[in-house]
């Protein structure tokens, strides 16, 4: 695709976002705002797929994103998501050499972005410190939000994960009613459909959810809240 | 501790490990040969300890260590080890402020290090680009790793886990015989004594092992590779 030039709107959304924009040289914005490409992805569309394409660094400016992983068998699971002013480093992975794992990223709700080709941000990287270490610093932020979801898997019951998935979903949506299907919350969760629906009508027995075909309505916040 | 002068022999070690060390300023050598401190860690010993304290950039002379995570209850798994030559980064993770989770390293063999200072390394980290992208490479090794541990443990049957735990310990131990009990292995496995001692009386009865007080034989390596 060829370069366009960014209108204003965009040019002042890159430098909010990037913490680093003043600490580059003249040279290189001009690189950054020739090569960024807005784009909008519809809902349910594959943003990145383990190492299929090499994106670029994605910034977020409205929307929203979920970043995952599957087994071999088709197994997800959720390792965390990206809103508005969220930066997505994974589908700039393919420049980290280091990077032996496969990242899926897709979107759950239309997202506008700002797309800087891997081999800019590369450069930038390869030549900046300032961005070396934004780089460095967005990948312990993203190694610690695998990590919690890591200790959830390992040390807490899958009763109080879905507790706490659900309370998080209706924070997310605005809303004590979700649309979302038991399948979609198993590869959320890395679990099996049978599992979540088991635990679902338990939930519904305790009078703390009611269901219905396609959704989940939270009736008591509260015992939600103390179960997580 | 004061600063020691490091021996020929330890300033080789530097040159070969750091793969930054000719990208280095000649201050920037001399504050790294002035403040890095050789010392000997004993079998078992804790070497840092979640945010308790933060060591500095431990660089691995000749040993072996085991990075864990602890969940409130107690109950463990092994992220991954290090070897000889190996650098360990989270031992200064502290100079990272969106590192939020706690990582715990100990010694499984007596080990000897080299520990450059967190300050010194955090000062390298910020005015250097080579630094900084060797501490954004490791970072990414590292994460490997752990998704690695986490694919395992959401997509990969328990029997399989445990066959893989066997002829790895195997291979570091350099022995058929491991000296290891079935406690140590559900630390490193994320999982509960019960669970590994019921598998292994099962791969006993396959044949696979035989058992006995704090000692695991491989008696069919071949049936156990088929396992993994």
Redesign the interface.
């Known amino acids: 695709m060829a370069a366009t030039a960014l209108n204003e709107e965009n040019l002042s959304f890159l430098k909010t976002v990037l913490p680093f924009w003043e600490k580059l040289t003249p040279a290189q914005k001009r690189t950054v705002t020739d090569s960024a490409l807005p784009r909008v992805y519809y809902r349910g569309e594959s943003m990145h797929r383990g190492s299929e394409h090499c994106a670029g660094l994605l910034l977020v400016k409205s929307g929203q994103l979920r970043v995952y992983?599957i087994?071999?068998?088709g197994?997800e699971?959720t390792l965390y998501r990206l809103f508005d002013n969220d930066i997505c480093i994974f589908s700039a992975s393919c420049m980290?050499?280091?990077?032996?794992?496969d990242i899926y990223v897709e979107t759950e709700q239309e997202t506008q972005v700002l797309q800087i080709p891997t081999v800019v941000y590369n450069q930038l990287?390869?030549?900046?410190?300032a961005v070396?270490?934004f780089?460095?610093?967005?990948?312990?932020?993203?190694?610690?939000d695998?990590?919690?979801?890591?200790?959830q898997?390992?040390?807490t019951s899958f009763d109080k994960r879905l507790a706490l998935f659900l309370l998080e979903q209706s924070a997310i949506d605005g809303s004590d009613r979700l649309t979302i299907t038991h399948e979609a919350i198993a590869k959320h969760m890395?679990s099996a459909r049978e599992v979540v629906t088991r635990m679902l009508k338990y939930f519904q027995s305790e009078g703390m959810v009611t269901l219905s075909r396609g959704e989940i309505t939270l009736k008591d916040r509260k015992k939600l809240e103390k179960l997580k």
Chains 1, 2 share one sequence.
């Open positions: 992983i087994s071999e068998s197994k699971i980290m050499k280091n990077i032996n794992f990287n390869q030549t900046n410190i070396s270490d780089t460095s610093q967005l990948m312990a932020s993203r190694f610690s695998v990590m919690w979801v890591m200790e898997v390992l040390f890395g």
